[in-house]
Nanobody, 123 residues
């Protein structure tokens, strides 16, 4: 069973910084893509940043130049460094990974979500 565990959310003033972490565990053969999403109250979940299976990185226009997505393969951990935070960055942040995992009969594709972590930016 693959699990993603997030940490690092909290309350910060506008202009401040936070770093979110997402650690994956399980019988993983390969990671095919990883991303951070967020959901503000009353709004749909939106893509914040993504690393594709080919290593391409993309950001939502609203966070370009302020957020950085990265991964430490040795620690099986993905990060989202968030700088110059704004009140509109407030929401629940979720990590997402698309993986190929080992099962008893071979390999299978799977998509997993973290539990979500609250980020609140005060003005």
């Amino acid at each position: 069973q693959v699990q993603l565990v997030e940490s690092g959310g909290g309350l910060v003033q506008a202009g401040g910084s936070l770093r979110l972490s997402c650690t994956v565990s399980g019988n993983i053969f390969s990671i095919n893509g990883m991303a951070w999403y967020r959901q503000a109250p009353g709004k749909q979940r939106e893509l914040v940043a993504i690393i594709t299976g080919g290593g391409r990185i993309n950001y939502a226009d609203s966070v370009k130049g302020r957020f950085t997505i990265s991964r430490d393969n040795a620690k099986n951990t993905m990060y989202l460094q968030m700088n110059s935070l704004k009140p509109e960055d407030t929401g629940v942040y979720y990590c997402n990974e698309k993986v190929t995992e080992r099962i008893s009969s071979g390999l299978t594709l799977g998509e997993y979500w973290g539990q979500g972590t609250q980020v609140t930016v005060s003005s």
